[in-house]
């Protein structure tokens, strides 16, 4: 299936590319849409699945800063191929090098900052609580790296600041097994999600931005333990 799935991206990475340049001047909710579509054709083309479990009805209305771990490059694709509500990622600037990924970031208007430099870090802030003001859902990686052997690593409070700002509802999820892409290819096991518990602002508001991060780093930490002693 590898063999195969390769092949097939000798037509779909020049296409997806081209289209995230085509339908760049669309509305955002259009563009958000085709990279979804396309999100979805290539995990398909490998024989990937995806497994979603919802432990709450996710939020109708209001901004969304969805929390999320991170554990490979292929997590954008999947969270781009599941969440319908439009979205956009907090990333590290090094990926703005990245051609492939500079341009799909560019249609999605990705909010770039330096993690070595203090004043990137303050920019990034403002930005993403100006977007979620403005309606704009976003993703965020609390923990500022991949955990390449399919670990929570710490998650930085600051991380959270936005939607304290903004008064957006958080969401935190959880991935699974896409640090293993060998394995997935290889046993057909497939790509986990679970979306926890929604917070709105009325209910985190009194809390300290350290203070929710531990909690959402002990209810993260929990999903992520369940799913690995259940067997999947």
């Known amino acids: 299936m590898f063999i195969v799935g390769c092949l097939r991206m000798l037509y779909l990475l020049p296409a997806s590319w081209m289209d995230a340049f085509l339908v760049r001047k669309k509305p ?11 999100s979805k054709r290539i995990i398909k083309a490998f024989g990937c699945r995806i497994q979603i479990d919802v432990t709450e009805e996710m939020p109708k209305e209001g901004e969304i800063l969805f929390v999320s771990n991170h554990q490979s490059a292929f997590d954008m694709l999947i969270q781009l191929a599941i969440i319908t509500t439009p979205f956009t990622f907090i990333s590290k600037k090094e990926n703005e090098k990245i051609p492939y990924v500079a341009n799909w970031a560019k249609t999605l208007e990705l909010i770039y900052f330096d ?8 920019h990034m802030l403002r930005e993403s609580a100006r977007r979620l003001k403005k309606g ?12 390449k052997d399919g670990q929570l690593l710490e998650l930085h409070a600051g991380s959270l600041q936005p939607a304290f700002m903004a008064k957006a509802t958080i969401v935190p999820m959880v ?49 992520l333990q369940k799913k690995a002693t259940s067997g999947s």
């Open 136 to 147: 704009r859902n976003l993703l965020i990686f609390p923990e500022g790296t991949r955990a």
């Open 175 to 223: 991935l699974k097994n896409s640090y293993d892409f060998k394995r997935v290819l290889l046993h057909g096991t497939a790509f986990e999600v679970t979306f926890l518990k929604a917070r709105t602002y009325e209910e985190y508001r009194k809390e300290k931005a350290d203070g929710l991060c531990a909690i959402l780093q002990k209810e993260m930490q929990e999903a």
């Open 115 to 122: 993690r070595e430099e203090q004043s990137s870090a303050i």
């Open 28 to 38: 955002f909710e259009v563009r958000y849409q085709h990279m979804a579509s396309w």
